[in-house]
């Protein structure tokens, strides 16, 4: 069993900075990839990052790339989101996943969730 806790969320002004924090206990050599994603208020949960734990590989979202960037120092690290530019469509609950196997945007190939992070971006 693996479990997430995020950190770093608040409120934010429109073209401002913030960094999230994901630290995952238990069984974390069973992870083999880390992802963020966001769900806003009426809106499905959506992609916007991951990082593979063995081999670094990162993906973005198109609405996030060049902005947003993932990252830990080594595999123990907590993964983190630093996110710069943010605007009022990145206001949203983001969320830590881990997935177990190979893992790209899908919520699908994520198994562990953590229990979400408040971001809010006022304009």
């Known amino acids: 069993q693996v479990e997430l806790v995020e950190s770093g969320g608040g409120m934010v002004q429109a073209g401002g900075s913030l960094t999230l924090s994901c630290a995952a206990s238990?069984?974390?050599?069973?992870?083999?990839?880390m992802g963020w994603f966001r769900q806003a208020p009426g809106k499905d949960r959506e992609f916007v990052a991951r990082?593979?734990?063995?081999?670094?590989?990162?993906m973005y979202a198109d609405s996030v790339k060049g902005r947003f960037t993932i990252s830990r120092e080594n595999v123990k690290s907590p993964v983190n989101l630093q996110m710069n530019s943010l605007d009022a469509e990145d206001t949203a609950v983001y969320f830590c996943?881990?997935?177990?196997?190979?893992?790209?945007?899908?919520?699908?190939?994520?198994?562990?969730w953590g229990q979400g992070a408040q971001v809010t971006v006022s304009s």
């Open positions: 996943a881990a997935a177990v196997g190979s893992a790209w945007s899908s919520v699908s190939d994520y198994y562990y």
């Open positions: 238990g069984a974390t050599f069973t992870i083999k990839v």
């Open positions: 990082i593979g734990r063995s081999d670094s590989v990162t």
